[in-house]
């Protein structure tokens, strides 16, 4: 008598939970934009130190003259004679004029952002906060302004009112403050909808009151970064109309006009125009790494105060 034995059915295999959950995957991102964020604020801190410090001490720096010159070492190369960059075409020591014409583009510079953001911060908060016919008149000087050729109206305004630091400080700062504006309303426009903003206003805070005291200082911190960006645009558009004739007239020294005397030398003096040159990409891309960075930690900061 044969006995039959039924088998038990395979217990179902049980796979092995993973352990890269979406919340180590959330770490892991977040832990990678803050390496990138740390790597670009140090890189673009070492390439801004390396431009700004010397020029901000190049009056204490052991270097020649700017304006001495030496037709008998004209269009030396560099590290020749103790010219760190060489000479220009009259003698003239290049890296004693790199600092101090990088003096005038940089105040130039840091002039137009600060005149410029204070127009856009100001403006764009009026158009943002109080709205209706402000709204409409100053958004539509802003598209009006963003509309035209940017160097052709920097170049038509030189040409009426001169070359003069303070006009082309102006014609800078003028250029560059709808960007601002832009960024600030709408920023504004999110701010003015939150609660405290009712608040106040229950309270019988007068409306310039708010802005003043409670809006702008809320909106300031993100349209800085903008206004630090625009740093290195603001020198860039001084180097154009220094190269085009257009800049500050001598005895000023820029970028701009250091390449623009250099041109015609390109081909047997080039680090008369390569140096300079390498200066300006040096602080732009410094600055604009700069901005990145802070514009990163900004919005890590933001997302992990949204999680809580």
């Known amino acids: 008598m044969s006995i039959t034995t039924q088998s038990s059915p395979p217990a179902p295999s049980v796979s092995p939970r993973s352990a890269v959950t979406p919340q180590v995957l ?3 991102d977040a832990s990678r934009r803050a390496r990138s964020a740390r790597i670009k604020l140090w890189m673009g801190a070492i390439l801004t130190l390396l431009v700004v410090l010397p020029i901000a ?3 204490f720096l052991p270097i020649a003259d700017p304006n001495m010159q030496d037709l008998g070492s004209r269009r030396l190369p ?3 004679d103790g010219h760190l960059f060489g000479t220009d075409q009259l003698g003239r020591d290049l890296f004693s004029r790199v600092l101090f014409g990088g003096q005038t583009s940089l105040m130039i510079g840091v002039l137009a952002v600060v005149v410029s953001g204070a127009i856009g ?3 764009g908060s009026i158009a943002g906060f109080y709205g209706k016919w402000a709204d409409v008149i100053i958004s539509r000087v802003l598209e009006a302004q963003m509309s035209l050729p940017l160097l052709m109206m920097l170049l038509l305004v030189v040409a009426l009112f001169g070359p003069s630091i ?5 014609v800078i700062a003028i250029a560059q403050w709808p960007e601002v504006a832009r960024l600030t309303r709408s920023l504004v426009l999110v701010e003015r909808e939150k609660p405290y903003i009712a608040a106040a206003k229950t309270l ?5 009151s708010i802005l003043v005291k409670h809006v702008i200082p809320n909106v300031f911190k993100q349209a800085s970064l903008v206004i630090l960006l625009l740093l290195a645009q603001a020198v860039l558009l001084e180097s154009a109309l220094s190269f085009l004739g257009a800049g500050p007239q001598r005895p000023f020294s820029t970028w701009g006009r250091l390449i623009s005397d250099g041109q015609d030398y390109i081909t047997t003096s080039w680090w008369m125009v390569t140096l300079p040159g390498l200066f300006i990409v040096v602080l732009v891309v410094g600055v604009n790494l700069l901005g990145d960075a802070l514009r990163d930690g900004n919005l890590r900061r933001k997302s992990r105060k949204d999680g809580k």
Not at 204 to 208: F, I, M, V
């Open 166 to 170: 303070p006009v082309i400080t102006g």
């Open 26 to 28: 959330k770490k892991s």
């Open 57 to 59: 001490l190049a009056s």
């Open 78 to 80: 560099p590290l020749v």
């Open 121 to 123: 911060v100001i403006l």
């Open 204 to 208: 019988g805070l007068p409306k310039l």
